[in-house]
Every structure is written in structure tokens, then in C-alpha cells.
């Protein structure tokens, strides 16, 4: 089994880039049929979904538009409840469709606080696009749109994901070793 250190926590490989790409792929093939005609505007969550979003932008094939916020809730590897917004939005939304590209969604809180902000700037329409979603951790009741893959409630890191700002650049997801 192939594992990496991480800082100091062990990681053992979890999701391999083929299966990643297999739900890339899927989610992709979903939002060019639902959003074909609306011009919509991805809108990808930083620091965590840039790679997600790179590869998922590269599938689309529909006329479209992206930007980028950054919001930050984890430190370390416990999420935390205040959302922090890093870095905002400087688009006008008023009646647009927004898909919101986020690495992962564990609490929901993030995406619920996300959703709620473009729902006051008057979009149209706002969707929500997630690879990865953990259903043990999820406190909220929202429909998760797009979903590529459902994990347990365990940390992971790779493909975007972090701890402590190491191991994004993994093109692997791995997982915790407890
Ligand atoms: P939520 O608000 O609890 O849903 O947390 C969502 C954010 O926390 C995600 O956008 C990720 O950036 C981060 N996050 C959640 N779970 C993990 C994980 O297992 N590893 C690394 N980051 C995570
Ligand atoms: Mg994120």
C-alpha cells in the first residue's frame, strides 16, 4: 500500500487519480447537459479546489465564466465553525446562474454560509458542485447538485486537499493513518 507523511501524520492511498478523474469526468458531463444556454459562472472555492476545478473546467464544453474566492474554516484537521472569507467576490451575480466548485464538503457549513452570501448578491440560480462529501459529518439539510464521491468521516489530504498547508499537490488522495 502506498503511503506518505504528511508533516508528522502518516497517510495511507485512498483514491487514485484514475477514479479521480473517472468522477471529474461525471460531474463535467452532468453540468454541460443541465447548463447548457445559461452561461453560468463556476465559481471555485480557494485554497482547496483549484485542482478539482482545473481539471473539471478542462471537461466543459459549454460556454461559461469563472472566478474565484477563498474562504478558509480548517485548522489543522478539525474544521471549525466560523468561515473566514480571505479573499471575496468582485462579479456582478444579479441573475446569473452560479455553479460553486468546492473540493469538499464535511460539516457543510462552508458551503452554507457560501450559498446564503450569493443568494443576498441576487443570483439567479446557485448550484453546487463538490468532489468529494463526507454524509457522517454533514450538519446541514441543502441538496449537494453535483457530488463525485461519497467518503467516510476520516481526514484525507491530496489533489488540493491539505493539512497545515502541506500535501495539495499530492495527485493522489490519501488517507489518514489512525
Ligand atoms: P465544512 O465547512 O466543514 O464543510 O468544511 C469544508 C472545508 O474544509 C473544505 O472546503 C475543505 O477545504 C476543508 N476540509 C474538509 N474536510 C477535509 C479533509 O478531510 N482534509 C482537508 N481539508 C478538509
Ligand atoms: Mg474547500
Redesign the pocket.
Known sequence: MKTVKVLELEFSEFIDANEIAKAVKSIASQINKDMEGKNPLFLV?L???FMFAADLMKEISIPCEISFVK????IG?K?TST?RELIGLDEVLHDRTVVIV???????????VTTEKLRKLEAKEVKIATL?F?PE??KMNYKIDYLGIEIPN????GYG???NGQGRNLPDIYKIIS
Open positions: 472555492v485554497n482547496g479546489a474562504l478558509s474554516s480548517y484537521t474544521t468561515v468546492e473540493d469538499i464538503i464535511d460539516t457543510g457549513i462552508t458551503m452554507g468529494l463526507k459529518a454533514f476520516d481526514f484525507i489530504v486537499l491539505d493539512y
